[in-house]
C-alpha cells in the first residue's frame, strides 16, 4: 500500500468516527448561545445546521459513545427547553442521529422542509407547560379517616391487634386508600384541566409517576400567559390547602405534542 492511500484510509477513517446528534428543528434564524452545551463528556459544543427557512440544532460526536446518562439527558433537554423561552422548537426523540451535515440538510431539514414550516409557526409565541400535583400523605389520610367510615374502623382494629393478626385489615385500608387516592386524582386533574382550558390550546392528562400524585397535567399555551396560568393555579391551591402541592413547568419544549420521528445513522 503507498504512502498517499494509507493516509486517504486514516482520513476515511476519522470522518466515520463522528456522526452529528440533532436536538432539535428550529426556525432558520436562531442564533445558539456560546454557553449552550450538548451531550458527551466534555459537553459537546452545539451548532446550526440551515436549509431554507429551517435549521437542526446539533452537535458533532463520536459514533461509539453510548449515551443515555443522567447528564446527556439532562443536557439534551436543558438545550430545547432553553430554546423553547425564545422560539418555537420541534424536539428529537434524545439520541437522534445521523451520519453528517449533509445528511441533516437534505434528508432531514429538506426532505421534511414544508412539515417543520408549518409546525414551527403552529408553535410560534407557544410552549409546553406541566402541571405537578402531590398529595401532602398525612392530609389525605387525616381527610379520608375523617370522612369514611370504614377507613376508621380498619385503621382502629389494626391498632387493636398485633401486626400478624392485623394483617388482612392493612391489606384491606392499603387497597382501600389506594382506590380512594385515584378517585381524588381523577377529580382534581379534571378540575385543573377545565380550570386551565381556557388558556391552553390543548390539555393532555399524563399517567401519574407517583402514588401520591394528585395530578399531572400537560399544556400547550402562548408563553405571555404564563402569569395567568400561575393565577389560575393560586385558585385551586387557596381551594385545596394543605392537601397538596401545585407546581407550574415551563416553559418547556411541546414533548407532549409534537415530537418528531427519530433519524437513523
Same mark, same amino acid.
Given at each position: ?12 477513517? @476519522? ?6 446528534? =440533532? ?12 454557553? @449552550? ?6 459537553? @459537546? ?15 458533532? =460526536? ?23 423561552? %425564545?422560539?418555537? =422548537? ?25 412539515? /417543520? ?12 407547560? %406541566? ?8 392530609? /389525605?389520610?387525616? !381527610? ?27 391489606? $384491606?385500608?392499603?387497597?382501600?386508600? *389506594? ?5 381524588? !386524582? ?31 397535567? *400537560?399544556?400547550?399555551?402562548?408563553? $405571555? !400567559? ?9 385558585? /385551586? ?21 409534537? =415530537?418528531? @420521528?427519530?433519524?437513523?445513522?
Amino acid at each position: 500500500m503507498s504512502s498517499s492511500q494509507s493516509t486517504t484510509t486514516r482520513s476515511d477513517r @476519522a470522518e466515520s468516527a463522528t456522526a452529528v446528534y =440533532v436536538y432539535g428543528i428550529v426556525p432558520g434564524d436562531v442564533e445558539v448561545q456560546k454557553s @449552550a452545551k450538548g451531550v458527551g463528556e466534555p459537553p @459537546a459544543e452545539v451548532d446550526v445546521i440551515r436549509e431554507g427557512d429551517i435549521a437542526a440544532l446539533v452537535s458533532m =460526536v463520536p459514533v461509539d459513545h453510548a449515551y443515555g446518562t443522567p447528564q446527556d439527558l439532562q443536557a439534551h433537554a436543558q438545550l430545547l427547553d432553553g430554546t423553547a423561552k %425564545v422560539a418555537p =422548537v420541534l424536539p428529537l426523540r434524545f439520541g437522534a442521529v445521523l451520519s453528517d451535515a449533509d445528511a441533516v440538510a437534505e434528508e432531514l431539514l429538506r426532505g421534511h422542509h414544508d412539515e /417543520f414550516v408549518q409546525a414551527l409557526e403552529a408553535l410560534e409565541g407557544r410552549a409546553e407547560y %406541566v402541571v405537578k400535583g402531590r398529595y401532602n400523605e398525612e392530609a /389525605f389520610l387525616a !381527610r379520608l379517616l375523617s370522612e369514611n367510615t370504614q377507613a376508621a374502623q380498619l385503621r382502629d382494629d389494626i391498632r387493636g391487634k398485633p401486626k400478624d393478626a392485623a394483617r388482612d385489615s392493612q391489606i $384491606a385500608l392499603g387497597e382501600l386508600i *389506594a382506590n380512594a387516592v385515584e378517585q381524588q !386524582r381523577q377529580l382534581n386533574t379534571n378540575s385543573v384541566a377545565e380550570g386551565l382550558g381556557g388558556l391552553a390550546e390543548h390539555v393532555n392528562p399524563r399517567e401519574p409517576t407517583h402514588e401520591w400524585d394528585s395530578v399531572n397535567l *400537560a399544556l400547550l399555551a402562548e408563553v $405571555a !400567559r404564563q402569569d395567568e396560568l400561575e393565577d389560575a393555579l393560586d385558585r /385551586f391551591r387557596e381551594e385545596w390547602g394543605d392537601l397538596m402541592k401545585l407546581r407550574l413547568l415551563g416553559p418547556l419544549a411541546p414533548y407532549d405534542f409534537v =415530537v418528531t @420521528a427519530n433519524p437513523e445513522v
